[in-house]
């Protein structure tokens, strides 16, 4: 155990990170409801912690464009290889469910698509327009991939109305490589930057535990302000399964208090941080964010 950096050794979890199987009439709800539309949730593919409780609420989290992604990220247990053609129904089949569990705010995400010319760019665009023509009350985040610098694609998928867009910078410039190898982080930042020129709610999110320091997430916080970013999720590195990234440490829940005080201090507008937050944990509170 290492206190004075507020890190415990990767070789024990923490009491803090146990989480509760998902159970309940809700869940099940909503476990049919997926099952029936034939469609993806980073809930499941992720391995979220928090799938339990967001289920369980009646929330879920939409993977489009399959699941199946082109990048080979360390950290992600969604599967990569050669993506099968895409669904061009998916979009209504997503608009169907999300009306069909009335949620008051929806959240998409999608695999990288790098092989598509638009990046997926048009399936993401007709998926929010249709769900907000079937449920026009329903405000939707949208968590999207890296465009590789195809700013038409990027302007295609974050015009359809959507409250908030998410993209996830997950880590420091100097773990890129061995994190994320096939992006880069000056990129995404741009990407940030172009969306909130476009006059979007930007949104990012975080992972600690795999090896950064105190310094280097200040430094990134600091980074994403500077490109216009409004909302930040932090939370806990898990190691999906023994073929990705070990977890270099476990980071007490007191750092992660400290992380989102600095990331007020440095000009977010709204900061989520905990050693369970992920991407579209508690993400119906971040629509209303001032920007």
Known sequence: ??????????????????????????????????????????CESGNCPNMGECWGAGTATFMILGNVCTRSCT?????????????????????KAIKKMGVKHAVITSVNRDEL????????????KL???????????TLIPDVKSNWDALHRMIDAGQEVVSHNIETVERLYKRVRPQAKYERSLEQIKLTKECGKRTK????????ETKDEILKTIDDMVEHGLHIL??????????????VDNFIYPETFDMYREEGLKRGLKYVESGPLVRSSYHAERHVNVPI
């Open 1 to 42: 155990m290492n206190e004075s950096n507020g890190v415990v050794s990767r070789f024990k979890k923490p009491k803090w990170l146990k989480v509760k199987l998902p159970v309940g009439e809700e869940y099940k709800k909503v476990r049919k409801i997926v099952d029936k539309y034939k469609l993806h949730t980073i």
């Open 75 to 95: 950290f992600c247990a969604v599967a990569t290889g050669k993506p099968p053609e895409y669904d061009t129904l998916e979009p209504l089949r997503v608009a």
């Open 117 to 128: 010319k638009d990046k997926g760019a048009e399936i993401w665009y007709q998926t929010v």
């Open 131 to 141: 769900t907000k023509k079937l449920s026009p009350s329903t405000t939707i985040e």
């Open 204 to 211: 990012s999110g975080l992972m600690v535990g795999l090896g």
């Open 233 to 246: 999720t932090i939370g806990q590195y898990l190691q999906p399964t023994k073929m990705h990234l070990e």
